[in-house]
């Protein structure tokens, strides 16, 4: 019995992309775009899966069922994009061409000697995972459509001196199109992202009561956005739009919490605070405290004793001394 390869199969070009999807060879060798309906790969000798050395900006229209993309399956009831960087594992497409959309590559070499070379790494769509792919509204969908129609005329009908530059300004327009429809599916998904949110204060809190700070260190984005199925990129845009703040932040924001706890409750030492949060050393602790607080732990837990020790009456008349004596 044959066994089965289940190496990746790199693919280093558009040319051998397109002879592997059956298709001829590309108008321009760094940058093509493939409509599904056009792929006409034998399934049975297409490898399992793939790793390409280049980007992948996927549309699928309106389709009935759910689709096998990338690693999993992704319902395109109401059609959307998927992002994919190179090195990023795909699996095999499941009857691409059975789906009406279309793909666009484009190799990093395309973008050379322009910002967007640099600048597409600050674009998190293309470390989201594929259950977080960007959903369209239909007026949304006429937007992206005409972006890609520019490009494909661009492709098909004159290649000359400026058509990397018209091609390369319809990317970063549909970059930043999809960048916008992100944001807008933040907040019009309010009520399941809200679940998200009080899910990673019970995960962070759990963390916290537990002893798992202790063995584990503080917690991490990455360990975060494991605990919520979802890729640390979108957790924090996701939580940025919900809250101003990302995932980094919100961690920041729980240690403090726990940290002033435990130095107005109880009588544990500051290294035992230190250690009980994850931090390795207690000076990390201190500096770490202090940046965020604005005083040392040794000075909140002295401060908060103080509070406690005056009343209500005697802390204003503490407070109208020192202000007189300031004056």
Known sequence: MKQVDNTPHRINS????????????????????????????????????LLLNFYKISYMEQVPAKVKYGQGYY???????????PDQLLNAPDDAEEYEGMNL??????????????????????????NEALHLSEKEKVTIESVFRIIGSELEERIDDSSQDVIISQIELLLNYSNRYYKRQFNTRKAVNHDVLTRLEKILDDYFNSETALTNGLPT????????????????????????????????????????????????????IAYNLGFGYPQSFNKFFKTKVKCSPLEFRESFKCRTRLGSGQILEYINFYIGRLL
């Open 75 to 85: 319902d395109f009831d109401e059609g959307g994009m998927v992002f994919v960087s």
């Open 14 to 49: 558009i040319s051998e992309l397109h002879k592997l999807l059956g298709l001829p060879k590309p108008t321009h060798p760094l940058v093509s775009l493939i409509r599904n309906c056009d792929v006409k790969m034998v399934k049975e000798e297409f490898p399992t899966s």
């Open 221 to 272: 984005v990455q360990f975060l956005a494991d605990e919520l199925h979802l890729s640390p990129h979108y957790l924090s845009d996701l939580l940025r739009t919900l809250t101003g703040q990302n995932a980094q932040q919100h961690i920041h924001n729980k240690v403090i919490e726990k940290a002033k706890a435990a130095l107005s409750t109880t009588n544990l030492s500051i290294a035992e």
């Open 105 to 130: 590559f484009v190799h990093p070499d395309f973008l050379q000697t322009y910002p967007l070379a640099a600048n597409i790494k600050k674009y998190h769509v293309f470390s989201y995972a594929t």
